[in-house]
T-cell receptor
C-alpha cells in the first residue's frame, strides 16, 4: 500500500522554469512533510519541510504548498537551475508512531533542468 | 562535521554469504534506522532503533538483523543474503521528537549486489 503517492515520475524543465512535483497522502495522522533532494551517489538530504498548521512555506527558491483538506502537498522550484537536477522525494511522518520516526516516502521524481 | 557514515559503499557478494554493513553517526542521536531504496518504490524502512538495546522492525524486515550496542553504531546484518536483497541501502539518524530539529540525516548509501 503506497501511502504517499508522488507524480510525475520524471520531469524535464528549461532553465528558469518552475518545476512542480506533487504528492498525495492517505494517513491523516501524518504531521510532518519533508522534501528530500538526492544527487547520484549521495544519500537523500533534507530540502524543506512543512507541518499541517500552515499552507505554504518558502525557503529561498523552494516552496511547499500544502492542502490539508485535499491531503496533498507540492514542491515548487522557482528560477530553476541545471544544478537543481536531482531526484526529489516527498515524505511524511507522524508523532503517533510509538517513537518510530519512520519516513514514508513517495516513489521519487527525477528532475532534469536543461540550459 | 555532523555526518552519518556507512561502510562499505559498494559490495558484491554471493547468495548465503553473511555480511554486515556498518553505520555510525557523530551527532549523539538517539534514533537510527535503515532503509532500502529500489526503483519505483522509493525508500522503505527495514529496522529502527530508538536507543541503545532498543530495536524494532520496520516495513520490510525479512532477511535482516540489526543491533544497537552503542549509541553511535547501528550495523545491518544479512545472515544469508539472497538476490532479492540487491538494493541501495541507507542508514539514517534523527535526534528524536522534542529536539529542536526534525531533520533526519542520511548516510551516503551502500550499493549491495547479491549474485
Amino acid at each position: 500500500q503506497q501511502q504517499v503517492k508522488q507524480s510525475p515520475q520524471s520531469l524535464i524543465v528549461q532553465k528558469g522554469g518552475i518545476p512542480i512535483i506533487n504528492c498525495a497522502y492517505e494517513n491523516t495522522a501524518f504531521d510532518y512533510f519533508p522534501w528530500y533532494q538526492q544527487f547520484p551517489g549521495k544519500g537523500p538530504a533534507l530540502l524543506i519541510a512543512i507541518r499541517p498548521d500552515v499552507s505554504e512555506k518558502k525557503e529561498g527558491r523552494f516552496t511547499i504548498s500544502f492542502n490539508k483538506s485535499a491531503k496533498q502537498f507540492s514542491l515548487h522550484i522557482m528560477d530553476s537551475q541545471p544544478g537543481d537536477s536531482a531526484t526529489y522525494f516527498c515524505a511524511a511522518s507522524t508523532a503517533s508512531n510509538f517513537g518510530n520516526e519512520k519516513l514514508t516516502f513517495g516513489t521519487g521524481t527525477r528532475l532534469t533542468i536543461i540550459p | 562535521e555532523a555526518q552519518v557514515t556507512q561502510n562499505p559503499r559498494y559490495l558484491i557478494t554471493v547468495t548465503g554469504k553473511k555480511l554486515t554493513v556498518t553505520c555510525s553517526q557523530n551527532m549523539n542521536h538517539e534514533y537510527m534506522s535503515w532503509y532500502r531504496q529500489d526503483p519505483g518504490l522509493g525508500l522503505r524502512q527495514i529496522y529502527y532503533s530508538m536507543n541503545v538495546e532498543v530495536t524494532d522492525k520496520g516495513d520490510v524486515p525479512e532477511g535482516y538483523k540489526v543491533s544497537r550496542k552503542e549509541k553511535r553504531n547501528f550495523p545491518l546484518i544479512l545472515e544469508s543474503p539472497s538476490p532479492n536483497q540487491t538494493s541501495l541501502y541507507f542508514c539514517a539518524s534523527h535526534p528524536g521528537r522534542g529536539a529542536s530539529t526534525d531533520t533526519q540525516y542520511f548516510g551516503p548509501g551502500t550499493r549491495l549486489t547479491v549474485l
